[in-house]
C-alpha cells in the first residue's frame, strides 16, 4: 500500500498544479472583464478581444479545475443508493462507475488533443485578434490528460477497496 500512496500523492501533486493554472485563468478573467466594462463605462466601447480571449481562457480553466476538484473531492459522488448497500458490495458499483467515468475522460482528452491538431493543421486563427486557436485546445487537452490521471487513480482506489479494509474507510470518508 506505500507504493500505492506514493504513486497518490505524485498524481494528486499533478492534480493539485493544474489546478493553479485553473485559478490563474479565473483571476484573469475577473481583471479582463473588469477592465472592459470600466473601458467601456469610460469610452463607450469595449477592449478588442475581450470576449473572444475569455472563451478561450474560460474553456482551459473550466478543464484545469476538473482535475483540483477531484484530487479535493469535491465532485458530486451519487452515493444516497450505494451507501445502503451492506458490506464491501457498495465499492463494485463505485468502482464500475469510476471504469465508466475514465473511458469517458480518456475519450474526451483524444478528442481535444485530435481537435487541437485539427486547429493547427487547418491554421485556425481567432475572429478578431487572429492568434492561433490549438494552443487553448492542447492545454485544455493537457488538463483533462492530468483528470483522467487522477480518475484513474480513484477508480483503483475503489477496486482496491474491495479486497483492503483500511483503504475502503479512506474512500468512504470521501463520500
Same mark, same amino acid.
Given at each position: 500500500m506505500k507504493t500505492l500512496d506514493k504513486? +497518490?500523492? #505524485? @498524481? /494528486?501533486?499533478? &492534480? !493539485?498544479i493544474v489546478g493553479v493554472v485553473a485559478m490563474i485563468g479565473v483571476a484573469f478573467l475577473v481583471i479582463l472583464n473588469v477592465c472592459d466594462v470600466g473601458y467601456n463605462k469610460v469610452s463607450g466601447s469595449?477592449?478588442? +478581444?475581450? /470576449?473572444? @480571449?475569455?472563451?478561450?481562457?474560460? %474553456? #482551459?480553466?473550466?478543464?484545469a479545475a476538473f482535475g483540483y476538484a477531484q484530487v479535493h473531492k469535491s465532485h458530486i459522488h451519487m452515493t444516497l443508493l450505494i451507501h445502503n448497500l451492506p458490506g464491501k458490495a457498495k465499492f463494485v458499483p463505485f468502482f464500475l462507475t469510476g471504469v465508466l467515468s475514465c #473511458?469517458? &475522460?480518456?475519450?474526451?482528452? /483524444?478528442?481535444?488533443?485530435?481537435? &487541437?491538431? !485539427?486547429? %493547427?493543421?487547418?491554421?485556425? %486563427? !481567432?475572429?478578431i485578434l487572429h492568434y492561433p486557436l490549438y494552443p487553448f /485546445?492542447?492545454?485544455e487537452g493537457i488538463a483533462m490528460a492530468a483528470f483522467v490521471l487522477v480518475l484513474i487513480y480513484d477508480t483503483v482506489l475503489s477496486l482496491v477497496a474491495l479486497f483492503n479494509d483500511e483503504i475502503a474507510q479512506r474512500v468512504q470518508q470521501t463520500w
Open positions: 504513486i +497518490g500523492k #505524485v @498524481i /494528486y501533486r499533478i &492534480g !493539485s469595449n477592449i478588442l +478581444g475581450a /470576449y473572444e @480571449i475569455s472563451q478561450n481562457v474560460l %474553456m #482551459v480553466a473550466v478543464f #473511458v469517458t &475522460g480518456i475519450y474526451c482528452t /483524444y478528442a481535444t488533443f485530435c481537435r &487541437g491538431l !485539427s486547429q %493547427m493543421a487547418s491554421n485556425a %486563427m !481567432s475572429d /485546445y492542447f492545454l
